[in-house]
């Protein structure tokens, strides 16, 4: 006879799940909360400019006037919530502000394109879709035709070029910078940005304020030939945390402000904590929902020491040297073709390992594998999407969400039935860094062709942490194939929404 959901081995009903659920829920609600809050005097609106996303952002009261309009733009695999904390910031402050998806980023539904290796290929279509959203965000009604922009990582490089070309655009703000485009006369007021742990790019700020003054420093402002630059360091942050510091954005607002000689005055908000808070939540409320499953779970039958190195091993070593030599290309994402193919030939050899152990299917495990994915992107998901970076995907990104779910599948199902026979946790820590060690060897095999890989390697970190802990819940209850389930399908869905599209 199964136990009842929520009760101890006695039979009693334990209210230590509902009160966990009250705390998550308590959790959401302060983040959420105070989240929306900064929104408070503003009018936030999504308009298309062509085919490009753009968020706007204006005073909204009837004593408004007319302000300059800063564009904001991000970086590479971002969107425009990520932007959020400077773009509330600024408007806040009573400027217009219009933030956007560039072209294979977020919701755009066109691909990047162009040659990459040409000033004149993809990056120029780049220039040519920001000047767009300018001459758009000048026709917003409290628009006064001054234009500052700002712009971080891979838009460092795209908004000086847009200031060279369009002469409307005065300041510039770079956070995270490098842009060949940076010379002793050119951009005429440029701040940038840069966290402690970014020492390349904290080298080409430094290099740019001494083109200015050789003696320059960081954190020193300097001005020669009219010409005035400002590059500063964020202490204990790296290529994200410069997105969320306030003192950061404090930096950006203040160096506007001068710019166009208008008072210093807004909120400048305060965002990372309540995210931490709305994501905590989330993923500790998927423990008592994991609670409330009856457990069907197989018995842990541990591998042999040999087995278990072999499991690991074999895969970590084979695959990198047989995957870089099959062809890619069939998707419009920058590596997920070959990802796809690492993931699932990585899979299929630890499955065989296996002789998938523990892998029961059946109705039951089926369901809560659904049931698993449905959550990670129906809830989780959506607070990402709102508050840090698109989850939400346009039509033209299910067909590779699809296509890595052949190859994201049976990688999780592996991983999830090596972590039920092993769940000790620096086993499962071993079976994670196993594989992310083959991706590691597949970019040193094929780095030009490889390189992206790089980027994703932090993020299925992110992902074995936070969706693996959800994972683990589950499995507890409906066995290896209902977590392998879900989080495969979730994986999938993560690496597809994630990466620019490009063709």
């Known amino acids: ?132 959203v300018l001459d758009a965000g000048l026709q917003h009604p409290l628009a006064n035709g001054q234009v500052a922009i700002l712009g971080h990582s891979m838009a460092s490089d795209i908004i000086v070029r847009a200031a ?42 430094l290099e740019a304020l001494q083109m200015i003054d050789p003696a320059a420093q960081e954190d020193e402002t300097v001005t020669a030939n009219g010409v005035i630059r400002r590059g500063i360091v964020i202490p204990n942050a790296e290529h994200v945390a410069v997105l969320y510091n306030r003192t950061a954005i404090a930096e950006a607002v203040d160096w506007i402000d001068a710019s166009f000689d208008r008072p210093q005055n807004g909120p400048i908000p305060s965002r990372i904590g309540w995210i931490f808070l709305v994501l905590s939540g989330t993923v500790i409320l998927a423990w008592p929902l994991a609670k409330l499953l009856p457990s069907r779970a197989p018995e842990h039958i541990a591998l042999s020491n040999k087995r278990f190195a072999g499991a690991l091993l074999v895969p970590m070593l084979a695959v990198p040297l047989v995957a870089v030599w099959v062809p890619t290309g069939f998707l419009p994402v920058l590596v997920a073709d070959y990802l796809a193919v690492h993931l699932f030939a990585y899979g299929l ?74 769940p000790q946790l620096w086993r499962r820590a071993l079976i994670r860094l196993a594989f992310l060690g083959s991706l590691a060897i597949a970019v040193a095999l094929d780095f030009e062709g490889l390189f992206f890989l790089i980027l994703i390697i932090p993020i299925i970190a992110l992902f074995f942490i936070v969706f693996g802990l959800m994972g683990r819940w589950v499995e507890a209850r409906g066995g290896p194939l209902a977590s392998g389930l879900g989080l495969g399908l979730l994986l999938a869905w993560s690496l597809g929404v994630t990466f620019p599209m490009f063709v």
Not at 85 to 114: C, I, K, W
């Open 349 to 422: 050899i630890q499955l065989l390992f296996l002789k998938f152990l523990g892998l029961r299917v059946s109705a039951f495990s089926i369901a809560v594998g659904l049931g698993l994915a449905v959550f990670g992107i129906a809830v989780f998901g959506l607070a990402l999407d709102r508050y840090i970076a698109s989850f939400v995907p346009h039509l033209g990104r299910l067909p590779i969400i699809l296509a890595l779910v052949v190859g994201a599948v049976p990688f999780m199902l592996a991983d999830s039935a090596m972590a039920h026979a092993h």
């Open 164 to 205: 060279e070309e369009d002469e409307r655009i005065g300041p510039v703000v770079a956070i995270s910078p490098f842009s060949q485009a940076v010379t002793p006369t050119h951009p005429q007021r440029l701040l940038m940005i840069t966290g402690a742990w970014e020492q390349r790019l904290r080298d080409f700020a």
């Open 1 to 132: 006879m199964t136990a009842p959901a929520f009760s101890t081995p006695s039979g009693h009903r334990s209210v230590f799940p509902f009160a966990v659920a009250l705390l998550a829920l308590a959790l959401i609600g302060v983040g959420v909360w105070n989240l929306e809050r900064q929104n408070d005097g503003l009018v936030v609106s999504g308009v298309n400019v062509g085919t490009t996303p753009v968020t706007m952002y204006a005073p909204d009261n009837s004593e408004a006037v007319s302000a300059p309009l800063v564009l904001v733009a991000h970086g590479f695999a971002g969107s425009r919530p990520l932007m959020a904390s400077y773009s509330l910031a600024l408007a806040q402050a009573g400027y217009v502000v219009a933030t956007y998806d560039f072209e294979g980023h977020g919701r755009n539904p066109v691909p990047m394109s162009g040659d990459v290796d040409a000033i004149e290929g993809t990056t120029q279509l780049l220039v040519d879709e920001t000047l767009r």
